[in-house]
T-cell receptor, first 111, second 113 residues
Framework: GENVEQHPSTLSVQEGDSAVIKCTYS??????FPWYKQELGKRPQLIID?????GEKKDQRIAVTLNKTAKHFSLHITETQPEDSAVYFC??????????FGKGTLLTVNP | DGGITQSPKYLFRKEGQNVTLSCEQN?????MYWYRQDPGQGLRLIYY???????QKGDIAEGYSVSREKKESFPLTVTSAQKNPTAFYLC????????????FGPGTRLLVL
């Protein structure tokens, strides 16, 4: 089955700096890669996703890149703000609709 | 994700007791999922269903059971066979097509007395 590795497990940045979270996956058939943000005690919420037919997608301060050859994808947050502090999860999915999640990255943005 | 509800918000289980967690959605989604979340862990798939009256085991199905009698409902029973049930349980739904976004409910926190 699919295996998703996520790094780092914790990340601390100063407000205004950029943050990068990286994930690798094992199943070359995976073709959908969402990123979720989860605040403490709340539900995960989709912040951006990418499909295998594109290499990069951007939405305001958030961008995701995908390298299918190397089987890795990354989340980039620019101009970080304290409200970006949360746990971020990457995931990968193939044709069977199942999502396999990474173990999460706790991002702390210090004012 | 406002169209997915879970109840109760907190649930307490006694030793040897079966408990059932409710998940309802009004998004007209065919696919529904149950995940378990432990501290420092990602979300692990317990069961999923792509259509009414059909469901498949996920990665950690032992000690759990589900039913899918209606499109909008996918209850999860934590049985007494699940020896370490304390966790945050999340239900999700999506359209039954590859690459469709999964939307999550607010979760149920299960604690053992």
């Amino acid at each position: 089955g699919e295996n998703v590795e996520q790094h780092p497990s914790t990340l601390s940045v100063q407000e205004g700096d950029s943050a990068v979270i990286k994930c690798t996956y094992s199943d070359s058939a995976s073709n959908y890669f969402p990123w979720y943000k989860q605040e403490l005690g709340k539900r995960p919420q989709l912040i951006i996703d990418i499909r295998s037919n594109v290499g990069e997608k951007k939405d305001q301060r958030i961008a995701v890149t995908l390298n299918k050859t190397a089987k890795h994808f990354s989340l980039h947050i620019t101009e970080t703000q304290p409200e970006d502090s949360a746990v971020y999860f990457c995931a990968a999915s193939g044709s069977n609709y199942k999502l396999t999640f990474g173990k999460g990255t706790l991002l702390t943005v210090n004012p | 994700d406002g169209g997915i509800t879970q109840s109760p918000k907190y649930l307490f289980r006694k030793e040897g007791q079966n408990v059932t967690l409710s998940c309802e959605q009004n998004l007209n989604h065919d696919a529904m999922y149950w995940y378990r979340q432990d501290p420092g862990q990602g979300l692990r798939l317990i069961y999923y269903s792509q259509i009414v009256n059909d469901f498949q085991k996920g990665d950690i199905a032992e000690g759990y059971s589900v039913s899918r009698e209606k499109k909008e409902s996918f209850p999860l029973t934590v049985t007494s066979a699940q020896k370490n049930p304390t966790a945050f349980y999340l239900c999700a739904s999506s359209a039954a097509r590859a690459g469709e976004t999964q939307y999550f409910g607010p979760g149920t926190r299960l604690l053992v007395l």
